[in-house]
């Protein structure tokens, strides 16, 4: 759908809407006599069809969306880091239930998109993870703690941020 056809679209559904109510606050009124109804529904149309045309034609900054800027490279490689912190852990807990590591990293639990899992051997594994502007390695023979640093506190902090 274009952006015409979605503007006259919603200019449509704006002056259905007005029609509707005003329609209902003359019914509420009592109609005003043999023709109050009569003119209360050519005003109401009026009133509709001047507010398509204007939204419409005039294409008011308020119906247009601002787009959302994409997160920061910072941002991002936090949020990226915290995820692989979970999943490690999750790599880990698995571990100490089953006394190995995972075959695949689904095994281990529900994973997210862009972290892959390399087996090195039978006691480490490696994780990596992939987004638009990061790559970040994890290797089990790393502290957790230190792999993650401030990135859950960045992820914390700045969750809703504009």
Partial sequence: MTDAERELERARALAEVMKREAE??????????????????????????LAFFYIFFASPPWLDPQPIEPPSAEAEGAALRFTMYIQAQKIEMYRQENGRLPETLEEAGPTKPGISYVRRGTEGYELI????????????????QEFLGDAEDFVLDNQGAD
Avoid: C, M, P, R
């Fill in 129 to 144: 993870g992939e987004s638009d502007q990061a790559i970040i390695q994890y290797s089990s023979n790393q502290s957790l």
């Fill in 24 to 49: 209902k606050a003359q019914s509420e009124k009592g109609g005003g006599g043999a023709d109050g109804g009569f003119i209360g529904k050519y005003v109401s149309l009026g009133i509709a069809t």
